[in-house]
């Protein structure tokens, strides 16, 4: 029959499905797209975990969305994901507390282009952040996302994946470093990562779905954190750049977040689908179903990928154990 053609001109936060009953977790839900990610979907109805690295930060975003939506149902949870003892801990925390399952893992925190950093496990900050972490986080909640029939996981990648390259000598970057080329791996590993998860759902007949975003550009924090980091004459120069950017170019982050919304909750959409903006470049626009490039679709590294991240984490995903009784 083929893959069915889905026309998303002209969806919005309005267009999404009523999601009453529905229990969702977004990370790096404080700002930027996480941000109206969370939002929209609680305004929707759903029950929403704010999974934040600092709680001050959730706590003031959590008041602003019940000023924006009252009664909005809220919850905030300390969540660095670049931390593989915090994954687990909010893993295991959060399904003592929520017993019944987990219908929407939005795997959204992420850095941008930053200088060359580890991670507390030792890992390049990231592909530990933008892939493992969340490699883990999902891994985790296996049991919980199983629970609920129809459950997706959704992981917010980018454009900049069409330069990423998975250096599989080199993958934390110690021997050559660039923060935009590394930035790109770690983006082409969340595809590679959701069509291997989409895959093994299906294998192991789990009525769950992995799903695939990309923002294009929007206006968001994110590119900020590099300038600051580096610490150089280049800093004010770069920083003017992105700003001047995010003024004149970029759309809003509600916007950016779209296509991660659309992924969560249209209804009919096929399993590593891969949501984006359909207007020039990629970059802005309304939320249709978008291309990935060819390194995306080698499913010989996606299975190497995830060997690899399961070396590296520590995390096995127990598919027979999660398998409906």
Known sequence: MGTPKFKASGWTANDIPNQSGRVAIVTGANSGLGYYT????????????LAVRTIAKGEKAKAEMLALAPGAD???????????????????????????????????????AIPRRTTV????????????????????????LAKRPGSRVVNVSSTAHRAGTM???????????????????????????????????????????????????????????????????A???????????????????????????????VVDLPGNSFIGPDGLAAQTGYPH????????????????LWSVSEALTGVTYDFGAARPK
């Open 167 to 233: 250096d599989w000598d080199d993958l934390m970057g110690e021997k050559t470093y660039s923060p935009w080329r590394r930035y790109g791996q770690s983006k082409l590993a969340n595809l590679l990562f959701t069509s291997e998860l989409n895959a093994r759902f299906e294998d192991a007949g789990l009525a769950i779905k992995a799903m695939a975003a990309h923002p294009g550009y929007a206006a968001t924090n994110l590119a900020s954190v590099a300038p600051d980091m580096k610490g150089t004459r």
């Open 235 to 265: 800093e004010g120069l770069e920083r003017r750049l992105m700003d001047w950017g995010a003024r004149t170019i970029a759309q809003p982050a509600e916007w950016g977040a779209l296509p991660t919304l659309y992924a969560a909750t």
């Open 74 to 112: 809220l919850t905030v949870v300390e969540l660095d994901v670049s931390s593989l003892a915090s994954v687990k801990k909010f893993a295991a925390d959060w399904q003592k507390n929520n017993k019944t399952g987990l219908d929407l893992l939005i795997n959204n925190a992420g850095v941008m």
């Open 121 to 144: 496990d030792g890992f390049e900050m990231q592909f530990g952040t933008n892939h493992l972490g969340h490699f883990a986080l999902t891994g985790h909640l296996l049991p919980a």
């Open 38 to 49: 969370a939002l929209d979907l609680a305004r929707s109805g759903a029950s929403v975990t």
């Open 289 to 304: 179903v978008a291309k990935r490039n060819k390194k995306a679709r080698n499913t010989a590294d996606a299975r190497r």
